[in-house]
């Protein structure tokens, strides 16, 4: 099983940009589905983005689409996650988290390995 740790995190002006990075231990990270979620202050943890494991495919939620690249290197055993045009709303903790599951749900309940979180703070 690996183990996560999210790294990037800060406060921008909105318009700004981000990149988190998880990285991960373990020698069977390419096996993983990795997933970003997050959690705004007094909201429900809601997923973001997930990768396959061999990178080729993603998907994202609305909130995320056309803004957010999330993308992996399978060698240095990270996932990253661009994130552009950042508002406001997208200040949030940003976890990532992992998954033996092809095309995993998107629910939180399903995951049982995450990261400790990185905040993500958006001024206006």
């Known amino acids: 099983q690996v183990q996560l740790v999210e790294s990037g995190g800060g406060l921008v002006q909105a318009g700004g940009s981000l990149r988190l990075s998880c990285a991960a231990s373990?020698?069977?990270?390419?096996?993983?589905?990795m997933v970003w979620f997050r959690q705004a202050p007094g909201k429900e943890r809601e997923f973001v983005a997930y990768?396959?494991?061999?990178?080729?495919?993603?998907y994202y939620a609305d909130s995320a689409r056309g803004r957010f690249t999330i993308y992996r290197d399978n060698a240095q055993n990270t996932v990253s996650l661009q994130m552009n045009s950042l508002k406001p709303e997208d200040t949030a903790v940003y976890y990532c988290?992992?998954?033996?599951?092809?095309?995993?749900?998107?629910?939180?309940?399903?995951?049982?390995?995450w990261g400790q979180g990185t905040q993500v703070t958006v001024s206006s």
């Open positions: 373990g020698r069977t990270f390419s096996s993983y589905t």
């Open positions: 988290a992992a998954t033996t599951t092809a095309f995993p749900p998107i629910q939180v309940g399903y995951y049982g390995i």
């Open positions: 990768i396959s494991w061999s990178g080729g495919m993603t």
